[in-house]
Every structure is written in structure tokens, then in C-alpha cells.
């Protein structure tokens, strides 16, 4: 069931859980998210970032992938589809292709024109019935050719952005997109919780998902943080099964070849990653 993010972060934020954000990539890594959620009666997020819609061949062909897989696989559960770190043509691009929510990501702008750029597309988000996300501070490592120095936000730019009518808010408190090197002092409590003084009963989103600890996960939800991406993990722990079944020789067995079972094992991996990450959200049996 396809929906805004708006009603089930709301919804998280009030129950004391998170609703995690799986990273799409393609048709398997949509269905095995989309069968685990349901298994687990659990609402989910399908995140696109602008490199894996292109990858896909463009915004339209994922919201009709998923529309279609949503409705073929007897999806009951809340599911958005929402645009990851978007640029402001970006945005426009999948508010046209049929996504139910997006990010604008305008960290990288001075605070003045990313109020700009978020008021103009708030407005046009929730004329739609589109749940929007925006973005202050940087989240630290890269993805897709977008590099953040880990810098945590100000909390009244935090405000600031707030007031413009946000669905859920990214603020950097030092979480890294991709692994976690050695070093990495951690998530900055303090941060957090100064952003949540400023800004209220406002659903956080916690970007950067894989690699920290659980019990910093479970401190980040009871501070307010209500949304939480993932994908580094999932892509890995498809590539440590896909690694064994290729090294085992087992695409050399009969039809082991056929890309159906070649990539089964990889699928499977990915559901149990997202397993365990809704259990430690909390958002099992919350559909």
C-alpha cells in the first residue's frame, strides 16, 4: 500500500520506534524488502537515490516497478517510495514520476538558500499529498558522488528549516554514509538533543544506518530520531552470500548459473538484514 511517509513517522515518533529506510537497487532488492515488511507486519520505507534511479534506467520506470510489485505481491502494509538525497531538480523529477515522498537535500547550500529552495518545494509536496524530508548539517563519507564531512547541525538551522513544515528532519550528528572507520568517535547525543529541544515533536531521520551499535540506535529513537536509513548493509551482506555461492562452485551445479538462483542467496541475505534491523527499530507488528 502505497502512502506518504508522513502518517507512519508521526506514528513511530508517538510509539517510541523507528521505520527503517531500505536503499532500493533493483527488482530483487525491492522484493525482498517489500516481503520482509510484510512478513513482519511493518512499515516501510523504499529509498532511491538519484545514481540507483538512473542506474534503473530513470524515476519512472522505479515508481512503476514498484507500483506494480506492491500491488502483485499483495502488499498491505504502509510502504513509501522516497527520493534519497535529492537534488532540487531532482525532486521535481520524482514528484512528476508518481513518488510518494522526497528528500531535498540542501546542506550544501548557506542556510538562507536551502530555506529557499525547501520552502518552494514543501509547498508543492503537500499540495500533492507528498510527505517531504529535508536536510541541515552533512552526513560524513560519500555517496553518489556526494561528499559530507560529518559537521553536526546547527540546531537553530534546525529550527529554522522546522518551521518551514517539514514531514521529518536530517540533522547531522556525526552518523557516515558507508562503514564506520575504527576512529569514529560516535553519534553526538548532545546534538541531538539540543536539535530536538529547538525543534519539538518533529520525526529525526538518522541517515547512515549501518555500522552503529545498537545500543547508540536504540538512545538515538528514545532522543526522538523516528526514521533510519539503511544500505550499505544490505549491499554488503548480499555480496558476502552472492561471494559463497559463486566460490563454492554452486553456479557451476546444473542450472546454478540461471540468475534466479545465482542471485536467490543474495535475496535471502537481504531479507535477513532487514529483519534484524526492524526488530532493533522497533517496528515489528506497527503496520
Not at 67 to 84: E, F, N, Q, W, Y
Not at 216 to 232: E, F, H, R, Y
Not at 264 to 277: L, N, Q, S
Amino acid at each position: 500500500m502505497l502512502v506518504s511517509a508522513k502518517e507512519m513517522l508521526d506514528n513511530a515518533l508517538a510509539g517510541k520506534y523507528a521505520v527503517g529506510q531500505f536503499n532500493i537497487n533493483n527488482l530483487e532488492w525491492t522484493k525482498s524488502i517489500l516481503l520482509t515488511a510484510q512478513e513482519m507486519n511493518a512499515p516501510v520505507i523504499l529509498g532511491v537515490s538519484e545514481g540507483a534511479g538512473k542506474y534503473m534506467t530513470g524515476f519512472e520506470t522505479v515508481a512503476a516497478m514498484v507500483k506494480a510489485m506492491d500491488k502483485s505481491l499483495g502488499i498491505t502494509v504502509p510502504v513509501a517510495l522516497h527520493l534519497d538525497h535529492g537534488t532540487y531538480e531532482g525532486c521535481y523529477k520524482c514528484i512528476k514520476a508518481g513518488f510518494t515522498s522526497i528528500m531535498f537535500d540542501g546542506s550544501h547550500y548557506p542556510i538562507d538558500e536551502n530555506i529557499k529552495k525547501t520552502t518552494e518545494l514543501v509547498n508543492v509536496a503537500h499540495n500533492l499529498g507528498l510527505s517531504i524530508e529535508a536536510e541541515v548539517g552533512s552526513i560524513g563519507g560519500e555517496e553518489d558522488g556526494v561528499i559530507g564531512m560529518g559537521e553536526c547541525a546547527d540546531p537553530d538551522e534546525c529550527k529554522s528549516i522546522a518551521d518551514l513544515g517539514v514531514d521529518m528532519l536530517a540533522a547531522g550528528i556525526g552518523n557516515i554514509h558507508g562503514k564506520y572507520p575504527a576512529n569514529w568517535p560516535g553519534l553526538s547525543f548532545e546534538t541531538l538533543a539540543a536539535v530536538k529541544e529547538k525543534i519539538g515533536d518533529m520525526p529525526l531521520v538518522l541517515h547512515g544506518g549501518t555500522g552503529i551499535p545498537a545500543d547508540m540506535i536504540q538512545k538515538a529513537i528514545s532522543l526522538g530520531v523516528s526514521k533510519i536509513n539503511v544500505n550499505t548493509e544490505c549491499q554488503l551482506s548480499f555480496a558476502d552470500a552472492t561471494r559463497k555461492y559463486v566460490e563454492a562452485g554452486k553456479d557451476l551445479e546444473g542450472k546454478g548459473f540461471d540468475p534466479r538462483k545465482l542471485l536467490a542467496p543474495g535475496c535471502e541475505a537481504i531479507k535477513e538484514t532487514v529483519r534484524e534491523k526492524i526488530n532493533l527499530f522497533g517496528s515489528a507488528g506497527k503496520a
